[in-house]
């Protein structure tokens, strides 16, 4: 599962444990959230497991023309940057050459660019 997903499970397991503790002893409150709890685990887990690191399988979703590049990975392992045409469902690596469609296989948005922290 990839890092993101776990931080948020650990994040709202703290949460549901320091609701737990602030729950009066015997309260259906307490059950409620952790009941809760579980359930938004599922789903988290569910989400991870679509999206692989953050990747996107084709098969599930395509990126829009507003995204603009993103990252793509080929059935050949090779990953770039490119860029997703609604109009004629083509995809275009870095340098605008034409990549046959079904070669790409799973896309993700570019990262946040680094930043020095204060």
């Known amino acids: 599962m990839n890092k993101a997903f776990e ?7 703290e949460l ?4 737990y503790y602030e729950a009066t002893e015997g309260s259906h ?4 959230r952790n009941s809760a709890y579980h359930k938004v685990k599922k789903i988290v887990q569910k989400v991870a497991e679509e999206y692989n690191g953050g990747w996107v399988p084709c098969s599930v979703d395509l990126p829009k023309e507003k995204d603009g590049i993103v990252l793509i990975c ?5 990953v ?3 860029k997703h045409s609604e ?5 275009f ?3 605008m050459y ?3 469609g079904s070669n790409v296989i799973a896309w993700q948005s570019l990262p946040e660019p680094f930043k020095e922290r204060d």
């Open 87 to 91: 109009f004629d469902d083509t995809w």
């Open 98 to 100: 034409a990549v046959g």
């Open 29 to 32: 409150h307490a059950g409620i």
């Open 16 to 19: 549901i444990e320091k609701s």
């Open 80 to 82: 770039m940057t490119g």
């Open 7 to 13: 931080k948020i499970l650990d994040r709202l397991e």
């Open 93 to 95: 690596k870095g340098d």
């Open 74 to 78: 080929c059935e050949d392992g090779n």
